[in-house]
């Protein structure tokens, strides 16, 4: 029969544009979160990370937006280049209410981007 | 510098043997985490070790799976015995810290058992 798996979320733009891509996390007491890119036949690259007390963070061409209120992370790409293409996770590092790290990362589904020359 | 070194890149066995998928985590960091990936569950933890040692094996699917870290810098993940709903990608990833600060990902081994 027909195997189901997931249908992750697509984004396609053209080269030049920048592109937002949008995450929402489960738990509130997450104090840490990280944006991946995985190329095709390749494990998981870090792009950049962002911790609970801040909001906003910047990096070269990339910023990751944090939004504690409504759980909502996202990567904002400037400028998209074709070399841009490949799937984006999100990633959050748990903790209890007290604080406590769970010491691991749970990640989201991923969204493909694909950028058009 | 070196990042994550997985072996092999590629597997393709049959059901019912023994598969040992290979990690060397970057040098200094004390964490070490395997992960499967497949289309049906995405990316899932299942064991990380902190000083070589196992911290949380809670992702494990069964018994027929089994890691060891003998020291800093290996680790082995083993699958015995081996079947076709095992077939995945497995990555190994390494980090300085426990969970705040990223994870290091090697290129993964892509395992198909037939």
């Known amino acids: 029969g027909e195997s189901v798996g997931l249908h992750l979320p697509t984004l396609s733009v053209q080269e030049g544009d920048n592109s937002i891509i949008n995450c929402a996390y489960s738990?509130?007491?997450?104090?840490?979160f990280i944006w991946y890119k995985q190329e095709s036949g390749k494990g998981p690259q870090f792009i950049i990370d962002i911790r609970s007390n801040m909001d906003k963070r910047q990096g070269q061409r990339v910023t990751v937006l944090l939004n504690k209120t409504v759980k909502h992370l996202s990567l904002q790409i400037a400028a998209t280049q074709p070399g841009d293409s490949a799937v984006y996770f999100c990633?959050?590092?748990?903790?209890?209410?007290?604080?406590?790290?769970?010491?691991?990362?749970?990640f989201g589904q991923g969204t493909i981007l694909t950028v058009h020359p | 510098d070196a990042g994550v070194i997985q072996s092999p890149r590629h597997e393709v066995t049959e059901m019912g043997q023994e598969v040992t998928l290979r990690c060397k985590p970057i040098?200094?960091?004390?964490?070490l985490f395997w992960y499967r990936q497949t289309m049906m569950r995405g990316l899932e933890l299942l064991i990380y070790f902190n000083n070589n040692v196992p911290i949380d094996d809670s992702g494990m699917p069964e018994d027929r799976f089994s890691a060891k870290m003998p020291n800093a810098s290996f680790s082995t993940l083993k699958i015995q015995p081996s079947e076709p709903r095992d077939s995945a990608v497995y990555f190994c990833?390494?980090?300085?810290?426990?969970?705040?600060?990223?994870?290091?990902f090697g290129d993964g081994t892509r395992l198909s058992i037939l």
């Open positions: 990633a959050e590092n748990g903790a209890n209410a007290g604080g406590t790290s769970y010491g691991k990362l749970t």
């Open positions: 040098s200094g960091h004390d964490y």
């Open positions: 738990n509130s007491a997450s104090d840490y």
């Open positions: 990833a390494s980090s300085p810290d426990r969970g705040r600060q990223p994870q290091h």
